[in-house]
């Protein structure tokens, strides 16, 4: 490998992460429904395809054991796990309806489903967006590539300004590790 390949990467990385300092407020607005859902009893439900679905899966994870901080585990759950789950669904329902099935058995208002697509664009995950609308359960969407039409169909959209794949997975997970931290902080004020 060569020095200079890793240093453009490294580089290009390092522009993605800048360009995404734009969206302080809405990751701060985000944060903030976060703790809002959490200190009222809500559950967060997290979604993805992918490596938008290993995201959802660690992220859930942080709020159950922790983050930074020893703490009362937090009430979050990954629709990416139950592999009977998704296999019945997906051959019984159609992979479309993966997560807006789960969604309809398991969310409630004063919820929070947080989908994360770098294309905004997965049917399953559109599906579920509407599912939760017609839950009254409110929807934050990690999204890439201009956001898709997912965009459109959620509370918050937090799009990063990139075509990259792998750089828009690498700057969600970074997002929701701040936010992870965020309410980590915001809950002890309250506590």
């Known amino acids: ?3 200079a390949a890793v240093t ?8 993605a992460v800048l360009d995404s300092v734009s969206l302080s407020d809405r990751v701060a607005a985000a944060a903030a429904r976060y703790a809002e859902t959490l200190r009222a009893g809500g559950t967060l439900f997290f979604c993805g395809n992918g490596g938008s679905a290993a995201d959802a899966q660690h992220i859930a994870t942080e709020y159950v054991v922790r983050y930074s901080e020893a703490r009362r585990p937090l009430a979050a759950l990954a629709l990416t796990t139950d592999t009977s789950l998704l296999t019945a669904a997906s051959n019984d329902l159609g992979f479309e309806r993966v997560f807006a099935r789960q969604v309809e058995a398991l969310c409630r208002p004063g919820d929070l489903l947080v989908l994360h697509s770098t294309s905004g664009d997965s049917p399953n995950l559109l599906a579920a967006a509407r599912a939760a609308r017609d839950r009254s359960v409110r929807t934050v969407g990690f999204l890439g590539r201009g956001g898709g039409a997912l965009a459109t169909q959620v509370d918050d959209a937090i799009v990063v300004p990139s075509d990259d794949t792998g750089r ?12 992870v931290e965020l309410v980590e902080v915001e809950l002890a004020a309250g506590a």
Do not use: D
């Open 1 to 3: 490998m060569k020095p």
């Open 8 to 15: 453009t990467g490294l580089e290009a990385l390092a522009r």
């Open 168 to 179: 828009i997975q690498v700057i969600h997970l970074a997002l929701e590790h701040l936010i």
